[in-house]
């Protein structure tokens, strides 16, 4: 075709069209989801819920819980931090993020068309100064939200919070786990507290509820190594940084899928297994991470794997005026969550071949 006949084509197929006129069929099924004619809802309105989900402010006991696939809940706790606080404003400042979604390019798919899903707000504490009275609520909750049948993905919050979600999620049997992080978090308890963000995985193993020959870390570096011999002696596959610049991360997506194999499987993203260059507003920032595109690549190398649960934690949004902390914990979130809809998809699609 000449280039005045393929113009003339182009005019025709898209000279009169409007924004929301679509012709992959795929990208269409996108489309139809987000535009009325060629309008779509304003991103900067409402009440801001991650991604633009509807809206269950009162969580497990609101109606239409129980019909969800994926529940997105904030943890806005950081009373086990032992440097920066401040990322109990990390949820908030996630939700806030009007660039996310709905097309996961690099998996794919618009994962809110495979799944019901809704942001069911935060976790109610009884008290904002009591470490221990706030894990037990995170553990109650997140235990009334998997009694359902809900996939939970969370965002914190200090890391700690992932011990009480384990203890959740992995209370039928032991799931694996790819932790993705400057730090393995594999300490004993300091100060007479076992509820702090440098060891969770350390107390979920011990919980029995976290296997850590099922479990990969991935990006770990800093001056805190001789904390984590944990790690090492209970079976973890630990992945330094500098090692993910050797590898690259197709060796790494490999590997992690090796480690973790078929079985059930949580994913826990700190932000700061991000370099500060990339993401400054964290309470323990680490010299030499992860750029955020290694990041969302090994992330989406992950597609297929039988994840239950996941989380985004250590944003502390007061330390980065540019609110890129926040930009790229939401995409992590976002991507986590196109995951979580695979691998919900995927057990869907088993349990109808065998009934």
């Excluded at 996310?100 to 109610?124: N, Q, S, W, Y």
């Excluded at 700190?270 to 964290?282: C, E, Q, R, W, Y």
């Excluded at 990041?295 to 992950?302: D, F, K, Q, S, W």
């Amino acid at each position: 075709m000449s280039a005045s006949g393929e113009l003339e084509r182009l005019r025709a197929k898209y000279g009169t069209a409007g924004g929301g006129d679509i012709h992959d069929a795929a990208f269409r099924r996108v489309a139809e989801s987000q535009f009325q004619g060629d309008r779509r809802k304003l991103p900067f309105s409402d009440v801001a819920t991650f991604m633009g989900l509807p809206y269950l402010p009162n969580g497990p006991a609101a109606d239409g819980f129980a019909q969800l696939d994926i529940a997105v809940l904030g943890v806005p706790m950081d009373l086990g931090v032992t440097n920066r606080a401040g990322c109990r404003l990390g949820p908030r400042a996630v939700r806030q993020i009007e660039r996310i979604g709905p097309f996961e390019h690099g998996l794919g798919v618009a994962p809110t068309t495979m799944v019901k899903a809704a942001d069911i707000g935060d976790v109610p504490f009884r008290s904002r100064f009591d470490l221990e009275s706030c894990h037990a609520d995170i553990e109650e909750h997140l235990r009334t939200i998997v009694k359902a049948g809900v996939v939970p993905l969370s965002v914190g919050g200090d890391h700690s919070i992932s011990q009480s979600i384990l203890r959740a999620v992995g209370d039928k049997r032991p799931v694996g786990m790819i932790h993705i992080d400057a730090h393995c978090d594999t300490s004993g308890p300091y100060e007479g507290s076992r509820f702090h963000h440098g060891g969770p995985f350390r107390q979920a193993v011990l919980d029995g509820v976290l296997d850590p020959r099922r479990t990969v870390q991935i990006g770990i570096r800093g001056g805190a190594e001789y904390l984590w011999e944990f790690s090492r002696d209970s079976g973890m596959t630990v992945i330094h940084a500098d090692d993910f610049g050797r590898m690259g991360v197709e060796a790494v997506i490999a590997e992690a899928r090796k480690v973790v194999g078929g079985g059930p499987t949580y994913l826990s993203f700190d932000v700061d297994s991000l370099d500060p260059a990339f993401a400054p507003g964290t309470g323990t920032p680490e010299v030499g991470g992860l750029t955020t595109l290694q990041a969302l690549m090994l992330l989406r190398g992950l597609g297929g794997i039988d994840f239950v649960g996941g989380d985004v934690v250590e944003v502390a949004p007061q330390y980065d005026a540019t609110t890129n902390t926040a930009q790229a914990g939401a995409q992590m979130l976002f991507t986590i969550f196109t995951l979580l809809a695979l691998a919900v998809d995927a057990r869907r699609g088993a349990a109808s071949a065998k009934g």
